[in-house]
């Protein structure tokens, strides 16, 4: 079984920045890509950025320009650098692996998320 843990969120004013962190952790597996979704107040779960093994990189455009996702694969570990925060950019963030254990069947495992707050 795979665990991801995140840390990093918390309180920050407006235009500030923030870096998560997600780390992965277990035995016997490998991970394809690596990301992030956030879910703001009484919303939906929304995509903000991924990162596949190696350096390719999307993001939502509503992060595009600020956020900037990269990953430490040594370490199974995922980060969002997040600057110029703005107060919509408040949600609990979760970050995900797509993680196998014998390299052809791939299944999708969640942290349990953290708050990010953005105060105007």
């Known amino acids: 079984q795979v665990q991801l843990v995140e840390s990093g969120g918390g309180l920050v004013q407006l235009g500030g920045s923030l870096r998560l962190s997600c780390v992965a952790s277990g035995s016997g597996f490998s991970i394809s890509s690596m990301g992030w979704y956030r879910q703001p107040p009484g919303k939906k779960r929304e995509f903000v950025a991924v990162?596949?093994?190696?350096?390719?990189?999307n993001y939502d455009d509503s992060v595009k320009g600020r956020f900037t996702i990269s990953r430490d694969n040594a370490k199974n570990t995922v980060y969002l650098q997040m600057n110029s925060l703005k107060p919509e950019d408040t949600a609990v963030y979760y970050c995900?692996?797509?993680?196998?254990?014998?390299?052809?069947?791939?299944?999708?495992?969640w942290g349990q998320g953290t708050q990010v707050t953005v105060s105007s």
């Open positions: 995900y692996g797509i993680v196998s254990s014998d390299g052809s069947s791939w299944e999708q495992f």
């Open positions: 990162i596949i093994s190696g350096e390719t990189t």
